[in-house]
């Protein structure tokens, strides 16, 4: 039997006793002949308590309803609580992950930002190294300027030095062939002067030719001077 029956029972037992009590009370006070107004009065009291009982059931009603409600809204915040809970852990156990992800991008950044400054050291020296290295580029191509200036010039001198050569060879040729007929003119002069008395003859400072012989190894020419063997020429008379 669920509440509201039971309050429904109780209801109408409370009505019945009322009831008996309050016609006995009548039968014992009044008269046999005032027992149609106790009739009346027997009605208004048993409308009233049927409106009393009414009000009953339907809060009684009321009362289950809610308490059924109530365990069905605990049992759903129940329900719900376990799933928050869930949740929660869940995102505990995500917040966690996120807060060791988080620590392990911050070492990395930390390295990074480590190796950025490493490397903006490296890109300082290789800056320092790239202005010594343009400064040492600049000195070369000085020298580099340097040098085909004074090859332009060099070659300006070769190019008079090879017209000098040109001209010096041209003028060996004709010492060279000045030569040959100056050696053929002295040997024919030494014949003719010398030959055939003397088979040897000198030339001395001033281009005269005196003529000579072999005395005991010695050379004598002109008018009897000794003369070194490596100025005596041999004529083939």
């Known amino acids: 039997m ?4 039971k309050i429904i029972y ?15 009370q009548n039968l014992k006070n009044t008269r046999f002949g005032n027992f149609a107004n106790l009739v009346r009065e027997d ?11 009414f009000l009953g059931v339907i809060a009684a009603g009321s009362f289950t309803g809610h308490v059924v409600l109530t365990k069905e ?12 809970e869930a949740t929660l852990e869940t995102c505990q156990d995500h917040l966690l992950d996120c807060n060791y992800e988080k620590t392990g991008l911050s070492n990395q950044i930390t390295s ?10 490296q890109i300082s020296l290789l800056n320092s190294n790239l202005g010594l290295c343009n400064l040492e580029k600049d000195i070369y191509n000085i020298s580099l300027q340097n040098c085909t200036n004074e090859k332009d010039i060099l070659s300006t001198k070769l190019g008079n030095c090879r017209t000098d050569v040109d001209i010096l060879i041209e003028e060996l040729t004709e010492y060279e062939d000045l030569q040959v007929d100056y050696e053929k003119i002295k040997i024919n002069f030494a014949k003719d002067r ?3 008395n003397y088979n040897y003859y000198t030339v001395t ?33």
């Open 194 to 196: 010398c030959c055939p």
């Open 112 to 121: 990074l930002n480590g190796q950025v400054g490493s490397l903006n050291e």
């Open 205 to 237: 400072g001033n281009s005269q030719i005196l003529c000579c012989y072999k005395d005991d190894g010695d050379y004598i020419c002109g008018a009897g001077e000794e003369t070194d063997k490596d100025d005596i020429e041999r004529l083939n008379c």
């Open 10 to 24: 109780k209801l109408r037992d409370a009505v019945e006793a009322i009831r008996e009590n309050r016609i006995l």
């Open 73 to 84: 809204g605990v049992n759903e915040i129940k329900n719900n609580l376990s799933i928050a």
């Open 2 to 5: 669920n509440l509201k029956d």
């Open 43 to 53: 009605r208004k009291i048993f409308g009233l308590l049927l409106v009393v009982m």
